[in-house]
């Protein structure tokens, strides 16, 4: 069976609190080997390295830009600390999740803006300071998160869930980046990322599910279906394989050849995947 790995999962998330560990058992059954687990806030820290060391898995520490309005005034200073106690956990892959998001409207502009800007600079600098990779969000902000990664140098990283132009696309590669590719491909509607999944460079790429959320078409509802009483599938990294499968078919290769393929470019981006984590499966719960 090919070994993946989810390099982005919220095993954390609300969704998942009361299966947790089944859960991770479906996915390891299914062949992922390793989920990356990201924080979106400094209520979420402990819980993410918990997990990850529960599970054999791995994390990341970080301020995502939609919680940014809600942190408090030290956060960027927990975060400091936070990755200074834990950094000699190779459990601890990256700084994550961080980034720009522009597509929320009420942060597009006046306080909201500045305040994720600066949220983002000052974890840029965090990054290069203790010498990891970051992962990023950049939902309608790719040209202004490049803009920063060319100021602010870090040590590579990963573009979450990447949706912008194969011009970009080059431009992260070029700045030592990974593509997330996750369920959002699946969409006969989603035109433009499918020809990328199916045209950029294999090297350039790695999978993911963002679990729970973009969930694979399969487990999408409609708002018709949902007023039906269809409830709406829960995304988990399980899915991950049958996403993939969709990528490989699109790139007319093997799923094996893609699962390792995309395992190395994943021990590339967060190079401490390859010491420290379990790719045999599941741990003990």
Known sequence: ?????????????????????????????????????????VPWFEGVRALAHRFGDAY??????????????????????????????????????IGLDYFVGELRQGPARERQERFFREQLRLARRYGLPVILHVRRSVDQVLKGLREIGVPGGIAHAFNGSAQQARQFAE?????GFGGAVTY???????????????????????????????????????AAGRA?????????????????????????ALAEATWANACAALPRLQRGVSVHGVAAA
């Open 175 to 179: 700045l030592g980046f990974k593509l």
């Open 1 to 41: 069976m090919p070994r993946w790995i989810d390099t982005h999962c919220h095993l954390d998330a609300a969704e998942f609190s009361a299966d947790v560990a089944a859960v991770r058992e479906r996915a390891a059954a299914a062949g992922v080997a390793t989920c990356v687990i990201p924080a979106v806030g």
């Open 188 to 226: 006969e509607r989603a035109t433009r990322l499918r020809e990328l999944a199916a045209a950029l460079p294999l090297e350039w790429m790695v999978m993911e599910t963002d679990a729970p959320d973009i969930p694979p078409h399969w487990l999408y509802a409609t708002a018709e279906q949902r």
């Open 60 to 97: 990341a520490l970080g301020i995502h830009p939609m919680y940014v309005a809600g942190a408090e005034d030290d956060a960027l200073e927990r975060l400091d600390a936070a990755l200074a106690a834990q950094r000699d956990d190779p459990r601890l892959v990256a700084v994550g999740e």
């Open 232 to 256: 709406q599938g829960r995304n988990q990294p399980a899915e991950l394989p049958r996403i993939a499968g969709e990528i490989a078919a699109l790139r007319g290769m093997e799923a094996a």
